[in-house]
């Protein structure tokens, strides 16, 4: 998709609902299932809710910096291009405690807000703090796995008669990027960043 700032605009003024039902209704399980796609979008965004609840109860509401201190998250700054084959502005890894933010990608969106004239919908840090927030879900998630099976997981059938559960990280994606709405208290959907690096 071709942006311009007419529709950059625009789609920051989109509807996160519809955003996430656009992204599901591409996964395999919903295009057979698409009747339970508002479903899983209430489901994985109450497991946001629930979250920050969570968090800030515990611990109050910080600077994203200070969570990573408590909780001993180290981050680690990547100027590669691509070093996945896929672009990501951050990912966590689970076994070294480790979020890697692609300061590439993060500077590449600090170009597009500014030319783009939408630093007073979105500020380059403001999305900067969008970015970390999104992977302290994630490390939350892999702390506590109690919503996999019921706000993750889609039952699917491997052979006839015989059914699964499946996590689909689709669904945690939304989690996501919705717990780093919620922390925030921004109306826009982050995703369109995604789109504009893609």
């Not at 969570?54 to 100027?79: H, M, R």
């Amino acid at each position: 998709m071709n942006f311009s700032k007419e529709n950059i605009k625009d789609y920051l003024k989109r509807d996160s609902i519809q955003i996430y039902r656009e992204i599901l209704i591409n996964e395999n399980y919903f295009k057979k299932n698409a009747n339970k796609i508002d479903v899983y979008i209430i489901k994985s965004t109450s497991v946001s809710k629930i979250r920050y609840k969570d968090l800030i109860d515990k611990y109050g509401k910080l600077d994203v910096n200070e969570y990573f201190k408590i909780f001993n998250i180290e981050l680690n700054e990547v100027y590669e291009e691509n070093p996945f084959s896929f672009p990501y502005f951050a990912i966590y890894d689970v076994t070294s405690n480790k979020i890697d933010i692609n300061i590439n990608l993060i500077k590449q969106i600090k170009k597009i807000i500014k030319s783009n004239e939408i630093e007073n919908i979105i500020s380059y840090k403001e999305f900067y703090n969008l970015v970390l927030l999104h992977e302290l879900f994630h490390y939350l998630d892999e702390r506590d796995k109690k919503f996999d099976n019921n706000n993750f997981s889609v039952q699917i059938e491997i052979f006839k008669h015989i059914k699964i559960n499946k996590t689909l990280n689709i669904l945690k994606e939304i989690a996501a990027i919705e717990f780093s709405k919620i922390f925030l208290d921004i109306e826009y959907n982050p995703v369109i960043f995604e789109c504009l690096i893609s």
